[in-house]
């Protein structure tokens, strides 16, 4: 139960993707471990927490959250916030308020300043993190988009969970290992 200065700090609200579908024993650990504030979910075969956490930021939220799902022996694949990270350049174009061919020529370098950030993914439809793109556009385009600090976050985290379950399948990747 939470003490009285914990009721003062805002809810801080993300999902956390599992690397299994949730078996009631799960949900007992979980709840042992102090994950009360936590919502079981299940989608395409994985489990999920729905965590609505009392926390002074939302970075105290998430490593918290993951450190007592590894103390209930899972493991956290991926953390998710309201809005996506990885977004095609539709979006990115729909979000700055331009048009797709404005925004395509500025990602291949054809206009505006230079160094629009590189895809994170390059294999078919390019992805892009907003929350590289949208630092970007503040930066060199004057856009008026505000920095969304918990997005950095969540993208942040998400990124150093996906890294952490390919190196941890792979033991021959130990330096990787140890960088993150």
Not at 36 to 41: F, M, R, S
Not at 51 to 72: C, E, K, W
Not at 84 to 108: C, I, K, N, P, Q
Not at 152 to 161: F, N, P, T
């Amino acid at each position: 139960m939470p003490d009285a200065a914990s009721t003062d700090l805002p809810t801080r609200e993300f999902l956390l993707v599992l690397d299994r579908p949730l078996e009631p024993a799960d949900e007992e650990r979980l709840r042992s471990e102090g994950l009360e504030d936590a919502a079981p979910l299940t989608e395409n075969g994985h489990g999920m927490l729905a965590v609505g956490r009392q926390a002074a930021t939302l970075t105290d939220a998430v490593a918290s959250a993951v450190t007592q799902v590894r103390a209930a022996g899972l493991e956290v694949v991926r953390v998710l916030g309201p809005e996506t990270d990885l977004v095609a350049l539709s979006t990115v174009a729909r979000r700055l308020g331009r048009t797709y061919e404005s925004v395509r020529l500025l990602a291949a370098g054809k206009r505006g300043p230079g160094g629009f950030p590189v895809p994170v993914s390059g294999d078919g439809a390019a992805l892009y993190s907003w929350t590289a793109v949208a630092a970007w556009a503040r930066e060199h385009l004057d856009a008026p988009v505000q920095p969304d600090d918990d997005a950095r976050v969540i993208a942040a985290a998400d990124h150093l969970l996906a890294a952490r379950a390919l190196v941890a399948r792979d033991e021959r990747e130990a330096l990787l290992a140890a960088l993150v």
